[in-house]
Antibody, heavy 121, light 108 residues
């Protein structure tokens, strides 16, 4: 059974960097049939896919246009996890952040527990 | 950018059938996915590739997709089905996933 365990701070100051980690058990971040995404949810924006990382003979990433200039998603093969970094945050980035797996045709079949991140001074 | 629209809410009596629509330009040309989210919980995949149910999802959940509209149908709705439901599609032109606006299902 795949499990995704999220960790990271719940409070970030405006203009700073939001950093979260998603530890994977039951699968590999390097799996050639999987991709690993970050998704956030807020009352104003609903569910919003932020981006993904995946390995297909080399590492790749795709990012949502709304955050493309500020986001980085990186794999960490030594710890079998992946991370989210969102730079220059504002209060509009306040949301519950989720990590999720896609495997083959099963899009977002496993999710992390969610992390409420508040952007406030 | 690609957009998916859902009705904000639907109400249904226990045992009845309810349908939730998801509308987008030529949505029938791409696969649609459906997620259930109960309060305080992470979403759960209930339909993939328009019509298929992952293992463990009850048979009362079914899906269809044609033209500009995908539909999630819950037959014999139970109180445990009260939740928010979101559709999802892949926008191939931008290589991005797009979520629908979400529908709150209330079982009266």
């Amino acid at each position: 059974q795949v499990q995704l365990q999220q960790s990271g701070p719940g409070l970030v100051k405006p203009s700073q960097t939001l950093s979260l980690t998603c530890a994977i058990s039951g699968d590999s971040v390097s799996s050639i049939s999987a991709s690993w995404s970050w998704i956030r949810q807020s009352p104003s924006r609903g569910l919003e896919w932020l981006g993904r990382t995946y390995y297909r003979s080399k590492w790749n990433s795709d990012y949502a246009l709304s955050v493309k200039s500020r986001i980085t998603i990186n794999p960490d093969t030594s710890k079998n996890q992946f991370s989210l970094q969102l730079n220059s945050v504002t209060p509009e980035d306040t949301a519950i952040y989720y990590c999720a797996r896609t495997s083959g045709w099963f899009v977002f079949d496993f999710w992390g527990q969610g992390t409420l991140v508040t952007v406030s001074s | 950018s690609y957009e998916l629209s859902q009705p904000p809410s639907v109400s249904v009596s226990p045992g009845q059938t309810t349908s939730i629509t998801c509308s987008g330009d030529k949505l029938g040309d791409r696969y649609t996915y459906w997620y259930q989210q109960r309060p305080g919980q992470s979403p759960i995949l209930v339909i993939y590739q328009d019509t298929k149910r992952p293992s463990g999802i009850p048979e009362r959940f079914s899906g269809s997709n044609s033209g500009n509209t995908a539909t999630l149908t819950i037959s014999g709705t139970q109180s445990v089905d009260e939740a928010d439901y979101y559709c999802l599609a892949w926008d191939s032109s931008t290589a991005l996933y797009v979520f629908g606006t979400g529908t709150k299902v209330t079982v009266l």
